[in-house]
């Protein structure tokens, strides 16, 4: 009993400072018969502002999959209908009964509303008209009866063979914005429907589930198991998870998963001289730098057990570096869930405190995707899970920050250039002499195809393609990010980014909130930046274009130097030029690069021998590096410029089509 006590204890301590708006009491049943989900839970739900409200809003996501006629079936252009529809393996929500804790039945006043897209075959978004507003403060508790179909695996969720990953799958509230939070001007709710490319948005609070499953089933959820036992009347096993502090509650089981253990220690994890850098830089005690111990779970299918040290150590480097750059983790548990073979769409997810990776049978060691997966979608439990930003609206502050923060601890640890470049698994890079690339060379890559197609400031359904939304909130995102960290310095970014985190954690922030904190935090105005690749989707190209060097007659033994530098793209940014002398002498240079051209004047006592823009690559916007140098060897020049171009673009091709397979 003590025992269950500690647990209890350590899981309603975590997330302390977490508003508590939304909570759930569930209890749920697997019938895998019917591939459904019985259920009932009770809704504690605070109103936290001035405002009496008279109605409630409710996402049921899974009514994106009843049936064609969706919001979503019609974004995804009828594929993803006729996958479902071939076999009828179609996923809904019914809301059986919805009433007020102790007071009167509002099943009839349930409606469908449609706030996006005026689509009334649409119904994932449920509205439900009180009797009686709530007052500013109040607190109500709303019984309800669901029954939860599960679809075939498809877009984060569902069944395959005997394997059950369950999200999106409890009618959830939506968030009620106050005036003046994100971009309110008046309180309202937040509701948005079901997108094919949007995720979620929802508020903080503490949740309690029961799980019935069929038993021998391995079973894994949010939160930390507080107890287990068997009904063997029912053949089914019953679990009871907790968790504080979160806004979300997903779950997974199989027979067939391996149930493995590691406990991350911080004592063995993190050096003395690690903690004390890191404290040294933002200015904190090291106690308050400090990481807590940590359950790693792993569920994985038992022909991939032999890389599960692989996925260990991702969650490790996930828990380290996170931690140590943004603030530790302080959720007692970390699970990680690996689909089956043929579930790949309910791979690569994050929920609370619950992450799918996803491996294959065979994943060389070179090749680094269960890593990348692993951490990035641990990545996820910050940007998202405690910084709760709106991923209908913008997405970027999630999955760019998650992009640019998993690609900085996957060169850290694995080293930067170890992505071997494949076409459909093949290894052709070192065929064509092309080296491996780093993870940033990869969403580089990827960005430079689609570089122009939207801006950032939209709407997840907004974007001109699906492929165009991820580029631009995943790649882009996390190469604006890497630019900014180039203009600014590392260390005044690292301290931005954990300023940020810090003051936004359990909150809702927007665009605008972290664009202030750059501001305060660097001491400049950063506005021109976001402005133009937040705002604008002009690219940025600066070149070399020519470099005359002549003897100086009135100056014996000295030589003028003309380097004509021009910007080739709309995008503005301050760039750093390197000039390099055949007497081994170097001059660094500045140019603000607002005009279309500019010529920089150097006197030495030697010839040029070359130039360079941005030789730190800090600009990674940058659409060509290869018009970035000039070298003063004209035999090779020309070869050598065309022979950059050709890799540079065959390489990204790759990289491109890499990206997809």
Same mark, same amino acid.
């Given at each position: 009993?003590?025992r269950l006590?500690l ?6 301590s975590?997330?302390a400072?977490?508003p508590r708006?939304a909570?759930?009491?569930i ?6 018969k ?7 839970q ?7 502002s001035?405002?009496?409200?008279r109605e409630?809003q409710?996402h049921?996501?899974?009514? !994106? ?5 969706? @919001?979503?079936?019609?974004?995804a252009g009828g ?11 179609? =996923?809904?929500? +019914?809301?059986?009964s ?5 007071g ?12 996006? +897209?005026?689509?009334k ?7 439900v008209t009180?009797?009686?507003p ?11 009866? $669901? ?12 069944w395959h063979g #005997?394997?059950?990953?369950v ?12 005036a =003046? ?8 709710w937040?509701c948005?429907?079901?997108h094919l490319n ?5 508020d903080?609070?503490?949740?309690n589930v029961?799980l019935t499953v069929?038993v021998g089933?391995v079973?894994g ?6 107890s287990r036992?068997? #009904?063997?009347?029912?053949?089914a ?16 089981a ?6 493995m ?7 063995? %994890?993190?050096? !003395?001289?690690?903690l004390? !850098?890191?404290a040294?830089?933002?200015? /904190?005690p090291?106690? &308050? ?9 792993l ?5 991939h057990?032999?890389? !599960?040290?692989?996925?260990f150590?991702?969650?490790a ?5 996170? =931690?140590?750059?943004y603030?530790?983790y302080?959720y007692?548990t970390i699970t990680?869930?690996?689909p089956p073979?043929g ?5 690569g997810?994050?929920y609370?405190?619950?992450?799918t990776a996803g491996? %294959?049978?065979i994943?060389?060691?070179d090749?680094?995707?269960? &890593?990348?997966?692993t ?5 996820h439990?910050y ?21 640019y ?6 060169d850290k ?5 170890t ?5 459909q698994r ?8 092309l ?7 990869l ?5 430079l195809?689609?570089a122009k197609?939207?801006?950032l400031?939209?709407n997840?359904w907004e ?13 882009k995102a ?7 960290? =180039?203009y600014?310095?590392?260390d005044t970014m690292?301290?931005?980014?954990? @300023? ?12 605008k #909130?972290f /664009?202030a904190?750059?501001n305060e935090?660097?001491?400049? +105005?950063?506005k021109?930046f976001? +402005?133009?690749?937040f705002?604008?989707?002009?690219v940025v190209?600066?070149a070399v274009?020519?470099?005359k ?7 014996k033994?000295q ?8 910007r ?6 301050p760039?750093?030029?390197?000039v390099? $002398?055949?007497?081994?002498e ?5 140019w603000?690069g607002?005009y ?6 150097? @006197?030495?006592?030697a010839?040029?021998?070359?130039v360079e823009?941005d030789?730190?690559?800090?600009i990674?916007?940058d ?6 140098s000039w070298t003063s ?27 997809l397979?």
């Open positions: 009993m003590w006590c647990a209890l204890i350590a899981c309603l975590a997330s400072q977490a708006i909570s759930y009491d209890d749920a049943r697997l019938d895998p019917t591939r459904g989900i019985h259920g009932r009770v809704l504690t739900w605070l109103n936290d001035p405002d009496e409200i409630l409710f049921l996501y899974m009514n !994106a999959f009843r049936n064609e006629r969706s @919001t979503v079936m019609r974004e594929w993803l209908a006729e996958r479902l529809k071939e076999r009828n393996e179609w =996923g809904w929500i +019914d809301v059986k919805i009433r007020l804790e102790n009167p039945d509002l099943t009839k006043a349930i409606r469908y509303i449609q706030p996006d +897209d005026g689509n075959d649409d119904q994932t978004v449920m509205a009180l009797p009686q709530v007052k500013p403060g109040a607190t109500i508790r709303v019984a309800m009866d $669901f029954f939860t179909k599960l679809p075939r695996g498809v877009r984060r969720t569902g #005997d394997y059950y990953f999200a999106q799958w409890f009618p959830k509230i939506g968030v009620w914005e106050k =003046g939070e994100r971009y309110s001007t008046q309180g309202r937040n948005h429907q079901f949007s995720e979620f948005y929802a903080f609070g503490d949740y029961n069929p089933y079973t959820a949010t939160g930390v198991q507080q036992s068997d #009904d063997l009347q029912a053949q096993t019953i679990y009871r998870f907790s968790q504080a502090g979160v806004h979300d509650f997903a779950w997974t199989s027979p067939k998963f391996l149930r253990e590691r406990m991350f220690d911080p004592a063995k %994890e993190v050096s !003395a001289r690690e004390s !850098a890191i040294k830089l933002h200015g /904190i090291e106690a &308050e730098a400090r990481l807590d111990p940590v359950r790693m779970i569920l994985i299918q038992p022909e057990a032999g890389q !599960a040290e692989r996925h150590r991702a969650l480097a996930g828990l380290k570096h996170f =931690g140590l750059w603030g530790t302080p007692r990680c869930v690996d073979y579930a790949g769409a309910t791979g997810m994050e609370p405190t619950l992450i491996t %294959e049978l994943a060389a060691e090749e680094q995707t269960p &890593e990348m997966v951490v990035h979608e641990f990545g439990q940007w998202y899970g405690m910084v709760a930003t709106n991923e209908f609206e913008e997405a970027w502050l999630d999955e760019g920050f998650n992009t923060s998993t690609s900085k601890i996957l640890v694995y080293g930067p250039q992505v071997p470049i494949r076409l093949i290894p052709v890079g070192g065929v064509l002499g080296p491996k690339a780093g993870w940033d060379t969403n580089r890559g990827v960005y195809f689609q197609t939207d801006t400031a939209r997840s974007y001109a393609s699906e492929s165009s939304y991820g580029v631009n909130v995943y790649m996390g190469l604006v990010l890497r630019t900014l960290e =180039g600014l310095g590392q690292a301290r931005v980014m954990r @300023t940020y985190f810090q003051r936004w954690k359990y909150k809702h922030p927007a665009t #909130d /664009i904190v750059a935090v660097s001491g400049q +105005d950063v021109w976001f +402005d133009q690749f705002y604008g989707s002009n190209d600066y274009e020519s470099v060097s002549k003897k100086d007659e009135p100056k033994g030589y003028t130097t003309t380097v004509r530098l021009r080739e793209g709309e995008a503005v940014v760039v750093d030029v390197k390099r $002398f055949k007497n081994g170097t001059v660094w240079e500045k603000d607002k279309r051209w500019t010529d920089l004047k150097v @006197t030495k006592a010839e040029t021998e070359s823009i030789p730190g690559r800090k990674v916007l659409v060509s590096f290869a018009n970035n060897k004209p035999a090779q020049a020309p070869f050598v410029k065309w022979t950059a171009n050709l890799l540079f673009w065959a390489q990204n091709l790759l990289l491109f089509v890499s990206s397979a």
